[in-house]
């Protein structure tokens, strides 16, 4: 097998980590490699089983299936994804005629072992009307990149002999189980290949029914590789896509237009993706575009692939990709007719569900790149995913033969299939700040990542910016190990430098399409008499505390009104904007330059929708970056303490009598930051413990 057959995948299973597994941590093994390896399946597709004895609650042993539990990710499986099933009440339904879905689902609920357990997978039949104990099924981009061809028939046959059964599609269910049993049980049948949807092996030893598995779908990838070097078809004539960083430039400008576009009913994020075999494929390198076009068309590779990226993408050829005005309109317009021939589609196979939003999940644009799209970054990564692996499919066909897949009606059957709608009523409830971006500036500082931190665990996309990258990597971090797929991005930001704002911008285009909040926090604080301040400290406050928040709100105000979903400013400033600190100047003017810029934003963000609210806080200690040991000192000595008293100081002159921190502030952004303060623009929340100097007024 050449290292160049990208279909191909490796025996990974080792005799020594397996060889004494008992029977479930045996399936468990198996169905990890199978998991682990993204050419067989991606994201929850595929299942494994095993048929095993077991002693029940009553003391008496029977053969129970241990099959992979409904929306479980093989990859990362334990034990309890594994409900058992009781062969002896699955098996007598051989017998009957058919069943429906309804009908098979509650009766499964009678058979499963333990009560409680995950629901078994919807192919439970499948695996227990095979007669060997271990079953495999996996969506594989080699069989799969056979199976979606006109001739899938002839190039199955010419590809596996009379050894494999080819069955052909049919939605899984009662229907398909019997089918694949009846094939699956004659003499010799080594495999069952499903036509649009992908292989099933089995053997009564785990390590067999794997192997042959790999076997069967590497006799696919090299058939296609061979095919691929006799082809002799002139060569596409490709587009000439821009270089990196203006192709990177592109798509940062065209992000949050396309958010806005798809956004009008419900925010989604974008991640921008023009890695080798995207770019490759979107500029007619691989295929002629021609055949791209067809293929794209013709749908999405499976069922389970339906579900996560719809059948078809959109795809956009704009007149001049250097053109930002044309490459926008040209996304418009497609967009248009796409959700014009949803809805046809939808019309013309409904039943009475209502339609799903005629939205696409992965939007390619010719010679630029692809977007997926999604409601957070967890399902952005699943259809980006997906979508590589359609690449491959639909390159490999395309090399044996035509790709094709499913009729649209079997598609929307797919993509309306009661069992799967049923699914996304069981999806968690939306948060806070669901389906938003927010981008915090000063973020690894006290206040920053305990905002941060908050906004995170009210479901929103963090962008943690900083001028320390360092520390704003290691609080994403800890972010991601709560919410992963890149719920939070760190991005290096120095708030006064031009550049440095635009670069960060970008990252976060790219990454999540756009930006809905931006908390205005980074600032540095000198304490000094107005007589002993040094004009560097004073040019060193305004460049971070006024001119960094305008240029960090000048930046997000461009892409908040191109999205055209509204936004929220929330503004750190200080207790110290209506009742300014003795020897604070040059903190507490260009602090009020700050808050002077939030009120304008207030003015001129409305008619867009956006918002811009101010808190202050009073003195917050902590780890703060604004807090040094030489600010401390040099506050104490103003107020004639000791540095030692100061938190008692701050904390006895408010009239709660509160001492103030950074948790305190994060409440009040999340507040300015939702929907809670929708009504609320211009708005000044002191977090102060209560100071009558203070009081705005
Ligand atoms: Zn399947």
């Not at 069922?303 to 001049?320: G, M, Y």
């Not at 699943?382 to 790709?403: K, L, Q, W």
């Not at 968690?428 to 905002?451: D, N, W």
């Amino acid at each position: 097998m050449s290292d160049s057959n990208k279909l191909a995948v490796q025996d990974r299973w080792s005799d020594a980590e397996a060889s004494n597994l008992a029977d479930l941590d045996a399936l468990v093994y198996q169905s990890r490699l199978i998991g682990s390896d993204p050419r067989l399946v991606v994201w929850g597709g595929g299942n494994t089983s095993l048929k095993v004895m077991e002693t029940d609650y009553r003391g008496r042993s029977g053969r129970v299936l241990r099959v992979k539990g409904s929306g479980s990710d093989l990859k990362a499986v334990t034990p309890r994804d594994f409900p058992g099933v009781r062969l002896d009440d699955l098996l007598p339904l051989l017998e009957r005629e058919q069943m429906s879905d309804e009908e098979m689902v509650a009766y499964l609920e009678y058979a499963v072992v333990e009560p409680r357990s995950p629901r078994p997978s919807i192919e439970t039949l499948l695996h227990g009307f095979v007669a060997a104990r271990s079953v495999l099924h996996t969506h594989a981009d080699a069989i799969l990149a056979l199976t979606n061809t006109r001739r899938s028939a002839d190039i199955l046959r010419e590809v596996f002999g009379e050894s494999i059964a080819v069955v052909p599609y049919l939605r899984p269910g009662f229907a398909l189980a019997k089918l694949v049993s009846q094939a699956a049980n004659q003499p010799g049948c080594q495999g069952v290949v499903l036509l649009n949807h992908g292989l099933i092996t089995w053997h009564d030893d785990p390590r067999e029914a794997y192997r042959l598995h790999l076997e069967l779908v590497n006799r696919a990838a090299e058939y296609i590789e061979r095919a691929s070097q006799a082809q002799t078809s002139a060569k596409p004539e490709p587009l000439t896509a821009p270089d990196a960083p203006k192709r990177q430039e592109i798509a940062a400008a065209l992000a949050p237009v396309l958010r806005g576009l798809l956004g009008k009913t419900q925010r989604v994020v974008s991640h921008f993706d023009d890695s080798e075999d995207v770019l490759s494929f979107v500029s007619g390198q691989s295929l002629p575009l021609e055949r791209v076009r067809a293929a794209l068309a013709a749908g999405a590779a499976t069922p389970d692939h339906i579900l996560n990226i719809k059948r078809t993408a959109l795809w956009v050829e704009p007149a001049d990709l250097t053109d930002a005005q044309a490459v926008a309109s040209a996304t418009q317009t497609a967009l248009a007719q796409y959700q014009q021939d949803y809805q046809q589609y939808f019309e013309r196979y409904r039943q009475d569900e209502p339609m799903l939003a005629p939205l696409p999940r992965i939007v390619l644009v010719a010679g630029l790149g692809m977007f997926a799209v999604g409601k957070d970054s967890h399902a952005t990564t699943v259809s980006s995913d997906i979508f590589h692996h359609t690449i491959a499919i639909i390159e490999g066909a395309e090399r044996v033969d035509a790709y094709q897949s499913l009729t649209p009606k079997d598609a929307f059957e797919a993509e309306y299939w009661p069992l799967e709608l049923y699914k996304l009523t069981l999806a968690p409830p939306e948060q806070k700040l669901s389906r938003r971006v927010a981008l915090i500036t000063g973020a690894a500082g006290e206040i920053g990542s305990a905002i941060a931190r908050r906004f995170a665990a009210e479901g929103a996309h963090v962008v943690c910016a900083d001028v320390d990258l360092a520390k704003a990597r290691s609080l994403v971090d800890d972010l991601n190990t709560r919410a992963p797929n890149n719920r939070g991005l760190a991005v290096l930001m120095d708030v006064s430098s031009e550049a440095s704002v635009a670069e960060a911008y970008q990252r976060v285009l790219l990454e999540y399409g756009g930006v809905d909040v931006v908390v205005v926090n980074a600032g540095v604080a000198y304490s000094s008499p107005l007589d002993k301040l040094s004009l560097d400290q004073w040019q060193r406050s305004f460049a971070i505390n006024a001119t960094g928040a305008f240029l960090v709100a000048r930046e997000a105000l461009k892409i908040m009104k191109a999205q055209q979903t509204g936004g929220s400013f929330v503004f750190v400033a200080t207790k110290n904007v209506p009742a300014p600190g003795k020897d604070f100047g040059a903190y507490s003017a260009s602090k009020a330059a700050q808050a002077q810029l939030g009120r304008v934003l207030a003015l001129e963000g409305g008619a867009y929708g956006i918002r811009a609210n101010l808190i202050n806080p009073d003195a917050i200690f902590g780890a703060s970056g604004l807090w040094s040991v030489s600010v401390r000192e040099e506050r104490a000595r103003s107020y004639g303490i000791d540095s030692s008293q100061l938190e008692e100081y701050y904390r006895s002159r408010n009239i709660l009598r509160a001492q103030v921190t950074a948790d305190d502030v994060a409440e009040a952004a999340l507040f300015y930051a939702s929907d809670a303060s929708a009504k609320t623009t211009g708005g000044m929340l002191p977090v102060d413990g209560g100071l009558r100097e203070a009081f705005p007024r």
